[in-house]
RNA sequence: GGUGCGGUAGCCAAGUGGUAAGGCCGAGCUCUGCAAAAGCUCUAUUCGGCGGUUCGAUUCCGCCCCGCACCUCCA
């Protein structure tokens, strides 16, 4: 079957299209919106970019993997970033860098590809400028009495599209300080003009007839996804959060400008929640990747943990359901054990596999916890002897849903063999007393000895000549 | 006020107009001196509530209750 993604626009399951095999020019092109380089990014941000990843990963199982160019940018400059240099009373490049970093290190913890193309916004200054000078000139956009430019809602008729918003029931708020300078509220900036007292250094040339300052938040995407995919892209995606303001804003933006459709397709993952509400700082309730990977948990127990609900509902993270990815991961290890076992294949007749349908569950609008559970009642068949062990069909068919989900069998091997704090040399001691005692066939010293490491918190695991110490949980 | 998503076992979570996947936790059993690991079995007469359509609804429709989110720079 295609690969059927439910499309914003449209609010329907559309399939997406495939791309001609024959033409080495034609790519799927995918563009997603990235994090903002001022802080560490949560796992909230994390689920967003894992399920784009398991996206990407599908298409390029489907299409061939060099037939999806996939584009995830970077804001490195905006009010927050710009905000958070202003505070650390740092240049704004170096600030920007170290979150840049922090996240690829994130990212590949948790076994996101990296994008064919990572942009940031303030390497196409040039392109945003020339976008919003088209728009001026095409009467899209104004410039406003300090210099700045925005975007004319009122010359878009098909503005709310996407949102279904429209320009009269929009609450009024406080926080558009600068609405007198808009012809309208709804109206947004394309170019902000220069504020010595906020900006800083941060200062760029302006577009024709505007004052010097900085791209407004929108148009980077527009301007990035045009410069390096084209003026239309075959799906754009991003978490639900963004579906208003900024993907409206780019869909007028770029439609203006491009006078074409911009993107064929969006696609909105739902929020991750924790305890019930979204994250964040003042809640207290902001999970990072690196925050809990200290606390000991494996990273590939948190992709899976945010692959265990339907991207497109909210999902609640708790520790506990951490726990849960972590047991999980440990029973799907030992599926994939089993099935890259060669004791127990089965000669195959040529028939699909019957993995085919978990795959079939991923290519119909990304149902990753829906596939999860197909896989496990799998394994459980197989080991019942229920139709027969795995074919080689059924294992390279393992392999490539493996692949899809980031959770590869080398992948799996690691998590599952995180090094255990290493023993202190008292409880070693006790330990090799233990084994000896067991070995001497001396069981009831083998168990005292055991209550004894309990007692100060190891458990030792007996296998057939060896043993190993594991911290107790607690 | 506008818009959107959702309410399925102790927890998490799929799903379908034909009678409830899976994971976690828990219990029992098997196997191991013990322990662990692993495996097996069990755990929703029922899908927020009330009506309606239907031979049949958790699944479609209506109303109600509850939760979450977005509403101009939050993934």
Not at 388 to 406: F, K, S, Y
Not at 454 to 460: D, E, K, L, N, R
């Amino acid at each position: 079957m295609a690969i059927r993604l439910f499309d914003s626009l449209t609010r329907s399951p559309q399939e997406l299209r495939r791309p001609d095999p024959a033409n080495p020019q034609d790519f799927f092109t995918f563009y997603n919106c990235g994090p903002t380089v001022y802080a560490p990014a949560h796992i909230g941000n994390f689920r967003t970019f894992t399920v784009n990843d398991v996206l990407r990963r599908l298409l390029e199982l489907e299409y061939g993997p060099d037939k999806v160019k996939h584009v995830r940018n970077l804001t490195d400059v905006d009010d927050r970033t710009i905000g958070q240099a202003k505070k650390e009373q740092r240049p704004l490049a170096d600030i920007t860098r170290h979150w840049t970093q922090i996240f690829h290190e994130d990212c590949r913890a948790l076994n996101l590809l990296p994008p064919h193309a990572e942009p940031t916004a303030t390497g196409y200054i040039k392109e945003q400028v020339n976008m919003i000078e088209v728009l001026m000139q095409k009467g899209c956009a104004y410039r406003a009495a300090d210099g700045s430019v925005y975007f004319k809602i009122a010359s878009f008729p098909g503005y709310g599209g996407l949102s279904r918003i429209k320009e009269r029931e929009l609450k009024v708020t406080n926080t558009v300080a600068d609405a007198d300078h808009k012809d309208s509220v709804s109206d947004f900036a394309l170019w902000k003009a220069y504020k010595p007292e906020e900006d800083g250094l941060v200062s760029w040339a302006g577009p024709d007839g505007a004052a010097a300052g900085r791209p407004g938040w929108h148009i980077e995407c527009s301007a990035m996804s045009k410069a390096i995919l084209g003026d239309t892209i075959d799906l754009h995606s991003g978490g639900i959060d963004l579906l208003f303001p900024h993907h409206e804003n780019e869909i007028a933006q770029s439609q203006c400008c491009n006078g074409t459709t911009f993107s064929r397709h969006w696609y909105h993952s739902e929020h991750l929640l924790v305890n019930g509400t979204t994250m964040s700082k003042s809640k207290g309730n902001y999970y990072t990747v690196r925050d809990l990977i200290a606390q000991g948990h494996s990273p590939l127990a948190i992709r899976y943990a945010l692959l265990a609900g339907h991207p497109r509902k909210q999902l609640n993270f708790t520790l506990e359901s951490l726990h849960a990815a972590e047991s999980a991961l440990k029973k799907l290890q030992v599926i994939v054990t089993v099935f890259h076992d060669p004791k127990y294949r089965v000669a195959g007749n040529g028939t699909p596999s019957r993995l085919t349908e978990v795959l079939d569950l991923l290519r119909d609008d990304l149902n990753t916890p829906g596939a999860l559970g197909a896989l496990f009642k799998l394994g459980h068949e197989i080991s019942c002897g229920i139709g027969g062990g795995p074919t080689n069909a059924d294992v390279a068919t393992l392999d490539q849903i493996l692949g899809v989900l980031g959770l590869e069998a080398t992948q799996l091997a690691a998590a599952n063999a995180a090094p255990k704090a290493d023993a202190p040399d008292e409880v070693k001691a006790l330990a090799a007393k233990r084994w000896a005692a067991k070995v001497a066939k001396d069981f009831a010293a083998a168990d005292a000895l055991r209550k004894e490491l309990t007692a100060v918190g190891w458990s030792m695991l007996d296998a057939k000549d060896s043993y190993k110490l594991e911290p107790l949980k607690k």
